[in-house]
């Protein structure tokens, strides 16, 4: 039988093999998203016209294509790799992929409607998108819904066919389900029958089905009348499965709350990207106990990536080819791989290391997380972090019962309040660290729904040369009643329930970026300014505050000139009324008290303590030398560095 190690390091040889890496560390995934959105008449209807800012405007559909519109934007430039379709059901007109070439066409699938094809998006396609979002007459023509009622079994089909033929190969697959209706099928068991094997069909194929679900204010969306069978539920520790279930989007008459085009922008957004681990170790929780891991970063800043080089010089922008080669600083002669060699300065010589001593150097051994043993959490300081922790969680793929031991360790550490120290190599070559694995319980929403998973996280701790000394400096406490002032306006910003959502606020410089990006691939006119929701709304604040901001200045104002004046009377009476003259010796040195120059012997050794003997002056430090007898020729490091002898020979 094979040691799960080496299968371990097979199946991670071959996943590099197969995936490529990007900038970030992450294996690349290509993603295959099929938007199947339902045109039925309740999905067609608009809501009731009403005043409030926040109600609904678009209809179901409408809201459902906006969102399909938005995310092709994204995916468009920031992952220009990944397919996406539209596929539209329930429509009095049909058609598919291959309509001319005399197969039937749409007739083999009737009352499906594929918008667009299951390709990686362009240009054309955001057009055309966005002319049925935009343009209501062009979406009157098309969004003409069917007289009978659709097969979920045709539908799942069609999909399962669009998939086969499309993205074969894919290592994500999914298929975005958006309607109403939660029992298309009621009358006829058939039917349902029919669509629940056509469903497992595209299980086998590693296709997922997320439903978004639309609940209306007068009926609500059961799932189990039909879509239990058809969305299957993800099992305990399989993370490779769909995240948690969605929640229902409902539309909103009074405009109360999030609208329903907000609603499934959330949900939609949230299950857009593919779960992705960052690595899969084993788990060493003692000599001869393994468990298997994987780890997930939750929040990660989104940067700008740039996949290609545009030459924008031609009649229409063209991606560029680009080559580089290494050429020789004498010669200029073009220099092979196997000419370079790596080296290392020591001495003043450069010493070569061939790739496989490089690599000797660099092995500290297999990737591994390995538990040295356990402390309480009072034992952790809260600065004691590097980089952002990891979320470690168990997976079954290696060794079989990772779930169990690794919940019964997280349970224990949560009980006992107690971390574990453990030896992280995260991948091969990486730089080896000690981390703190941190017991995490799980936290759930309003609704019952999961925000963050319970787990380890493991925190990168700091080595010695990784801190450093925070500087000293003289705090200076504001008054009890500047403080009580302020804290009444405070109150008054507060934001509601007193949570701040970065979800709300996007980052401002990388949107500008994708708006430019997208105007150039569309051929639109530049924006002129950038959206920023991060400037605060002053308006809002003067009105709230405005008065109380100003009065609190006045009396900021009057406290730091009653401090101030006090302060100064202090210094005053602090000094001497007259200052005796230094009597000098035959040496040049002053000598009272054990003191030499106005720096006395306490104050010369808690500079020598604190390492700040450099702070005195040439002139200070000589009289204290003479005084102390202690030469004082050379440069003034020299006479630090022989009164640093006279202390530690004390």
């Known amino acids: 039988m094979a040691d799960p190690q080496d299968r371990y390091k097979q199946d991670e040889e071959d996943d590099e093999d197969e995936e490529a890496v990007d900038e970030t560390g992450y294996k690349t995934v290509k993603d295959a998203v099929l938007f199947a959105i339902d045109v039925s008449k309740s999905m067609l209807k608009k809501p009731s016209l009403s005043d409030a800012k926040k109600a609904d405007r678009d209809s179901p559909t409408s809201a459902a294509l906006k969102c399909a519109y938005q995310l092709m934007q994204q995916r468009i430039i920031s992952h220009p790799t990944d397919m996406m379709g539209v596929l539209l059901f329930g429509t009095e007109e049909s058609r598919f992929q291959d309509e001319g070439s005399g197969n039937g066409g749409g007739l083999a699938y009737p009352h499906c409607y594929l918008l667009t094809d299951l390709e990686v998006p362009a240009a054309l396609d955001v057009k055309r998108l966005r002319n049925l979002v935009e343009d209501e007459e062009e979406a009157h023509k098309l969004l003409v819904p069917a007289e009978e009622p659709v097969s979920m079994a045709n539908v799942l089909f069609c999909a399962n066919q669009i998939f086969t033929t499309k993205a074969p190969n894919f290592s994500s697959r999914r298929l975005f389900l958006v309607t109403d209706n939660d029992n298309p099928h009621a009358d006829d068991k058939s039917l349902c029958s029919a669509a629940a094997v056509r469903a497992k069909d595209l299980y086998d194929l590693g296709v997922v089905i997320e439903l978004f679900p639309i609940s209306h204010p007068d009926r609500g969306f059961d799932r189990t009348k039909f879509y239990d069978n058809i969305v299957y539920r993800p099992p305990l520790g399989d993370l490779e499965a769909p995240a948690p279930v969605t929640n229902t989007a409902q539309p909103l008459e009074r405009g109360e709350g999030i ?145 169990r031991v690794f919940s019964a360790l997280q349970q224990k550490l949560l009980k006992d309040q107690k971390f574990g120290l453990a030896w992280f190599i995260p991948r091969r070559n990486a730089v080896p660290t000690l981390a703190a694995l941190v017991p995490g319980a799980e936290k759930l929403g309003d609704r019952n729904e999961q925000i963050r998973p319970p787990g380890l996280w493991a925190i990168p701790l700091p080595y010695v040369d990784d801190i450093r000394q925070i500087p000293e400096t003289t705090l200076v406490r504001a008054p009890d ?163 640093e002898e006279y202390f530690e020979s004390k």
């Open 259 to 403: 609208n329903l085009l907000q609603s499934l922008i959330s949900n939609i957004n949230s299950k857009a990207v593919p779960r992705r681990a960052l690595f899969s170790l084993p788990f060493e929780i003692g000599p001869g106990l393994k468990v298997g891991v994987k780890g997930y970063i939750l929040i990660k800043r989104q940067e700008r990536v740039r996949s290609c080089y545009i030459w924008l010089n031609g009649e229409k922008p063209q991606i560029a080819v680009g080559s580089s080669s290494r050429v020789a600083e004498d010669t200029a002669r073009e220099i092979k791989k196997e000419e370079i060699r790596k080296a290392y300065k020591f001495g003043g010589e450069s010493i070569a290391f061939t790739e496989e001593e490089t690599k000797k150097i660099r092995y500290f051994g297999d990737p591994v997380i390995r538990i040295i043993g356990f402390k309480p959490m009072a034992c952790l300081p809260d600065w004691a972090n590097l980089r952002s922790p990891t979320l470690i969680y168990p997976s079954e793929s290696d060794f079989v019962g990772s779930t």
């Open 481 to 643: 009643t500047t403080v009580d002032y302020m804290r009444e306006i405070v109150q008054n910003l507060t934001l509601p329930k007193g949570e701040y959502d970065p979800a709300k606020y996007p980052n401002p410089s990388l949107q500008w970026f994708y708006r430019i990006l997208q105007a150039i691939a569309l051929e639109d006119e530049l924006p002129e300014q950038p959206e920023d929701k991060t400037i605060p709304r002053h308006r809002q604040i003067i009105k709230r505050v405005g008065e109380q901001i100003v009065s609190w200045g006045k009396l900021v104002d009057e406290e730091f000139n009653v401090w101030s004046v006090s302060k100064k009377r202090t210094a005053e009476e602090d000094l001497p009324k007259s200052v005796p003259k230094r009597m000098k010796t035959e040496n040049g040195a002053g000598s009272k008290n054990g003191s030499a120059g106005g720096v006395d012997d306490a104050e010369m050794k808690k500079a020598w303590e604190k390492g700040t003997l450099n702070k005195f002056t040439v002139a200070n430090l000589k009289d204290w030398a003479h005084a102390k007898h202690v030469s004082v020729v050379g440069k003034k490091a020299d006479i630090i560095e022989r009164i």
